[in-house]
T-cell receptor, first 113, second 114 residues
Framework: KAGVTQTPRYLIKTRGQQVTLSCSPISGHRSVSWYQQTPGQGLQFLFEYFSETQRNKGNFPGRFSGRQFSNSRSEMNVSTLELGDSALYLC????????????FGAGSRLTVL | DQQVKQNSPSLSVQEGRISILNCDYTNSMFDYFLWYKKYPAEGPTFLISISSIKDKNEDGRFTVFLNKSAKHLSLHIVPSQPGDSAVYFCAASAGTQGAQKLVFGQGTRLTINP
């Protein structure tokens, strides 16, 4: 069974640009959550999608957005990038909305210059 | 406001000894707790969990203890092995109707010395 796949694994952007990250959940998993990991902050919840609907949202500005497609694949977008957006962005899939045991992808490491 | 705290950024333990990782939380609505392990360049992997109706859950070398009155949980690894060297994240969730979200601690880097 393939795991959670995130693309791209690494990317470098400059301030003011926008970025789109992609996540393919485990086959059969319908819930996708996104987390941001920065040194000293641990993992911070961005949002969760289930059945193409955003079910929960963390405390991030509106520059952070996401969506989920009918095949459960998800994308997150960050617009007007700031230096502080440099982080590891992790996607996690779960069987159902609110699943506690999540399976994480390896992450997309974003560096903003 | 950090609702889940891991106050030790790092911990070093001799191989074969017991590793104890601690986690404190402030939200009394949390009713499910998990530990995840993360190796470099990989995503976190689920290790063990505990519901608030229990005070202990064991899985092989890993045991999680929950003290609800102190709002404290701990992960015991015994005996510790070199492959246990990783960053350990404590996480908690509050069950409500509909979506839940995991609140993670900052992580503790565990190093097992041979």
């Amino acid at each position: 069974k393939a795991g959670v796949t995130q693309t791209p694994r690494y990317l470098i952007k400059t301030r003011g640009q926008q970025v789109t990250l992609s996540c393919s959940p485990i086959s059969g998993h319908r819930s996708v959550s996104w987390y941001q990991q920065t040194p000293g902050q641990g993992l911070q919840f961005l949002f969760e999608y289930f059945s193409e609907t955003q079910r929960n949202k963390g405390n991030f500005p509106g520059r952070f957005s996401g969506r989920q497609f009918s095949n459960s694949r998800s994308e997150m977008n960050v617009s007007t990038l700031e230096l502080g957006d440099s982080a590891l962005y992790l996607c996690a899939s779960g069987l159902a909305s609110g699943a506690n045991v999540l399976t994480f992808g390896a992450g997309s490491r974003l560096t903003v210059l | 406001d950090q609702q889940v705290k891991q106050n030790s950024p790092s911990l070093s333990v001799q191989e074969g000894r017991i590793s104890i990782l601690n986690c404190d939380y402030t939200n009394s609505m949390f009713d499910y707790f998990l530990w995840y392990k993360k190796y470099p360049a990989e995503g976190p992997t689920f290790l063990i969990s505990i519901s608030s109706i229990k005070d202990k859950n064991e899985d092989g070398r890993f045991t999680v203890f929950l003290n609800k009155s102190a709002k404290h949980l701990s992960l015991h690894i015994v005996p510790s092995q070199p492959g246990d060297s990783a960053v350990y994240f404590c996480a908690a969730s509050a069950g409500t109707q509909g979506a839940q979200k995991l609140v993670f601690g900052q992580g503790t880097r565990l190093t097992i010395n041979p």
